[in-house]
């Protein structure tokens, strides 16, 4: 799964966690290694091995100095690509810093995020369109914090349908339980579909999975309301670090949707000052309140979406275990989602291509369509994720 993984871009940071060129240096831990991002004086970031590979101090407390990060042990320095550019404890005859290197990870950076490719260069894949990527930051609000679960876990929450009509009641309040349930590979990963029958035919949500790890969230709350995502990206087996962004694709976020965001009903997450980890965490049972639960304002007595999966999820365990899972009806999307997922792997191990490669396949949404009796949801859905989304902006010269 790591392999596959780096085969695609994994966001590290928020850009402005990096605020200005030659600014400190952040230590980042993702796919199960550490690692410092740093910006350097013309303003590039960069992700290099938090290890200086001269005796292993730690590069976090490096000087970013001109064009460079210089280890303060020895005052080794290297460059965005870890080249050696200076080695002043070497006799000056010495060539010994052109056999040194530093691990370095190309970076780009997109919707207020740095991005890095660890994989073979020689399958560098497009950078996805994701839409939310693509819009002004007015038009966008996003949050990180730590999931202390594995990344698949809380993944597979994205896609569990049925968990509506319960953990989130008082907040949402789903009115029709799935009946029919389909979920097929598409060329940026998947689409997962709940169907529930109505008078015309079957009413399907069409989910999106992106490959490997990003989710688009249907639009519950009228046309003209943002739209939802979330990033489970792995920091370890036992931990995952989730992105939730809210977006509009046509115009800045208004005041009360902002408002909504921090008062943290939605998506997003309190956090304890300057760390990632939620003010409502595990160590205080997310600060549930039972007098809300007693009062069926709330289900859970836990506040915002955020936390009422999160934490739920964490409950699970690091690694939940599924052999102890009785699974129902209910729970086909997750059963095919592992299916499909792990189908994935065993053609990604026989050589296959992966999906995802082309960055413009994301350029989709969830969906929400009615098919008349007959009409099967593979044909339709992967036409009508697609001709959700707006199609991609060309930019224009002259
Ligand atoms: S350990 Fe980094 S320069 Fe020596
Ligand atoms: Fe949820």
Redesign the pocket.
């Given at each position: 799964m790591g392999t596959l993984l780096r085969r695609y871009w994994v966001p590290i940071l928020f850009s402005d966690q990096l605020p200005e060129p030659d600014c400190a240096p952040v230590r980042v831990k993702v796919l199960g290694e550490k690692f410092v991002a740093f910006r350097n004086s013309e303003g590039k970031p960069g992700l290099v091995d938090e290890r200086?590979?001269?005796?292993?101090?730690s590069?976090f407390f490096g000087r970013n100095e001109e064009s460079g990060l210089?280890?303060?042990?020895?005052?080794?320095k290297f460059d965005l690509e870890g080249r050696c550019v200076d080695?002043p404890?070497e006799p000056p005859e010495s060539n010994f810093k052109n056999k040194v290197r530093l691990t370095a990870y190309p970076c780009v950076e997109r919707g207020g995020l740095v991005w890095a490719y660890m994989g073979p260069a020689e399958h560098r894949p497009a950078f996805p369109d994701l839409e939310w990527t693509t819009v002004p930051a007015s038009h966008r609000f996003a949050t990180r914090h730590i999931q202390e679960c594995n990344w698949f876990q809380a993944l597979e929450g994205g896609y569990d349908i049925s968990h509506l009509h319960h953990l989130h009641r008082g907040a949402a309040n789903l009115k029709t339980h799935s009946t029919k349930f389909e979920f097929i590979r598409s060329d940026f990963g998947f689409i997962a579909g709940n169907g529930s029958e109505v008078p015309e035919g079957t009413r399907w949500l069409a989910s999106v999975m992106l490959m490997p790890f990003h989710k688009l969230i249907g639009r519950h709350a009228g046309p003209d309301a943002p739209i939802g995502a979330h990033i489970w990206v792995p920091i370890d087996d036992e931990n995952c670090m989730i992105y939730s962004i809210e977006y509009h694709p046509d115009r800045p976020l208004g005041e009360a949707e902002m408002q909504n965001s921090k008062n943290w009903n939605y998506i997003h997450t309190e956090l304890i000052p300057g760390t990632d980890r939620a003010v409502r965490n595990r160590d205080n049972d997310y600060l549930i309140d039972r007098e809300l639960q007693k009062s069926g304002a709330s289900f859970t007595g836990l506040k915002g979406f955020g936390i009422q999966d999160c934490g739920i999820q964490e409950t699970m365990g690091p690694i939940a275990d599924r052999s102890r899972e009785r699974l129902g009806k209910s729970d086909s999307i997750i059963i095919k989602l592992r299916d499909g997922m792990l189908k994935l792997l065993d053609d990604f191990a026989g050589g296959e291509p992966l999906p995802g490669m082309d960055g413009a396949s994301y350029r989709v949404r969830s969906a929400v369509f009615t098919a008349k009796d007959g009409e099967a949801f593979a044909d339709m859905a992967p036409a009508l994720v697609k001709a959700a989304a707006k199609p991609e902006v060309v930019a224009t010269t002259g």
């Amino acid at each position: 799964m790591g392999t596959l993984l780096r085969r695609y871009w994994v966001p590290i940071l928020f850009s402005d966690q990096l605020p200005e060129p030659d600014c400190a240096p952040v230590r980042v831990k993702v796919l199960g290694e550490k690692f410092v991002a740093f910006r350097n004086s013309e303003g590039k970031p960069g992700l290099v091995d938090e290890r200086c590979p001269h005796r292993n101090a730690s590069m976090f407390f490096g000087r970013n100095e001109e064009s460079g990060l210089r280890c303060v042990y020895h005052g080794w320095k290297f460059d965005l690509e870890g080249r050696c550019v200076d080695m002043p404890s070497e006799p000056p005859e010495s060539n010994f810093k052109n056999k040194v290197r530093l691990t370095a990870y190309p970076c780009v950076e997109r919707g207020g995020l740095v991005w890095a490719y660890m994989g073979p260069a020689e399958h560098r894949p497009a950078f996805p369109d994701l839409e939310w990527t693509t819009v002004p930051a007015s038009h966008r609000f996003a949050t990180r914090h730590i999931q202390e679960c594995n990344w698949f876990q809380a993944l597979e929450g994205g896609y569990d349908i049925s968990h509506l009509h319960h953990l989130h009641r008082g907040a949402a309040n789903l009115k029709t339980h799935s009946t029919k349930f389909e979920f097929i590979r598409s060329d940026f990963g998947f689409i997962a579909g709940n169907g529930s029958e109505v008078p015309e035919g079957t009413r399907w949500l069409a989910s999106v999975m992106l490959m490997p790890f990003h989710k688009l969230i249907g639009r519950h709350a009228g046309p003209d309301a943002p739209i939802g995502a979330h990033i489970w990206v792995p920091i370890d087996d036992e931990n995952c670090m989730i992105y939730s962004i809210e977006y509009h694709p046509d115009r800045p976020l208004g005041e009360a949707e902002m408002q909504n965001s921090k008062n943290w009903n939605y998506i997003h997450t309190e956090l304890i000052p300057g760390t990632d980890r939620a003010v409502r965490n595990r160590d205080n049972d997310y600060l549930i309140d039972r007098e809300l639960q007693k009062s069926g304002a709330s289900f859970t007595g836990l506040k915002g979406f955020g936390i009422q999966d999160c934490g739920i999820q964490e409950t699970m365990g690091p690694i939940a275990d599924r052999s102890r899972e009785r699974l129902g009806k209910s729970d086909s999307i997750i059963i095919k989602l592992r299916d499909g997922m792990l189908k994935l792997l065993d053609d990604f191990a026989g050589g296959e291509p992966l999906p995802g490669m082309d960055g413009a396949s994301y350029r989709v949404r969830s969906a929400v369509f009615t098919a008349k009796d007959g009409e099967a949801f593979a044909d339709m859905a992967p036409a009508l994720v697609k001709a959700a989304a707006k199609p991609e902006v060309v930019a224009t010269t002259g």
